[in-house]
């Protein structure tokens, strides 16, 4: 159930009249589906017909980050094709229930993300998943291996044994007092070299910090990082029985994101392991500091994900 029509966003000097219809699939607009009562922010273009024979990409933020941090990302790969990203309960503009109203845990958000997928009339698409969110995109994807025709993974967390900053940030947000001291420095840390995005993503987690909603954020975060530790071990396996192809991207600077935690990713998935990406000079959000790089492997996923596509039908 969505509280804003999909067929179409509202007239506004970029989408009204006769635009061309690259300039019309660029535009993002956010609405609000409605899953399990609440509502779930939601960024997506709107496609021409002739791009609808296109694999979908569907973009699916770590825990603490919102879609409006991967922007670029989705307005770079709207001209050709059908885009969309969520901010999960509990962050971002979504609704916030807390930790006592609401099931923080990989399983349930795998199965969010399936009735979200289903309310959007998206039957199989590409997905890209950032930190956490890659625990949940491979769950989802190991249950529903006919809906998902390509797995990009970035930065993944949960796949190998905790580096010291994920030891870090795990205590911080296990300890009340904590997170307002050293919350900033861990985000600036995990976002690496300064760029004009990284500034506006710790421009708005400033602001963010002094919302009210905040401490529900870091409770759902907390919850989340307990239960992805939880899983560690059997995360691996479960890698294993993905069917898509599928890659690891990782920021050769992400502190969050070991190299033998990628390594570990990318040997995991499906029968032959995903494709391992590393990109110099880059942080936990590598689009940030190497957006080419970032493309051509996403791209050349996506180009794998579409001709598999066309050999099976």
Known sequence: MSDSHPSGPP???????ATNQGAEASAIQERGVIIEGRRVATAMNDTP???LACAPLVLLPDAGYAWRD???ILERLAPER????????????????TPAEYVYTLD?????LGQWLDALGVARAVLLASGIAAGIATRYAAAHPQRVVGLALVGPLGFAPRGTLETLASAVLRAPALPRLAEPALTSLALGPTT?????IEEERRAERARPEHAVSMAASAALWRDMDAAR??????ARTVRAPSAVIRGGLDPLCSAAEARVAAEALGERGGLEVTLPEAGHLPHLQQPERFYQALTGLIATAEVNLASAN
């Open 11 to 17: 007239e506004t000097p970029e989408t009204s009249g």
């Open 49 to 51: 017909r002739a791009l």
């Open 70 to 72: 991967y922007r670029a």
């Open 82 to 97: 059908r885009v969309f990203a969520l901010d999960w309960p509990g962050f971002g503009a979504s609704d916030r229930p």
């Open 108 to 112: 349930h958000l795998a199965s969010v």
């Open 196 to 200: 004009e995005e990284t500034r506006a």
């Open 233 to 238: 071990s059997e995360a691996p396996a479960l």
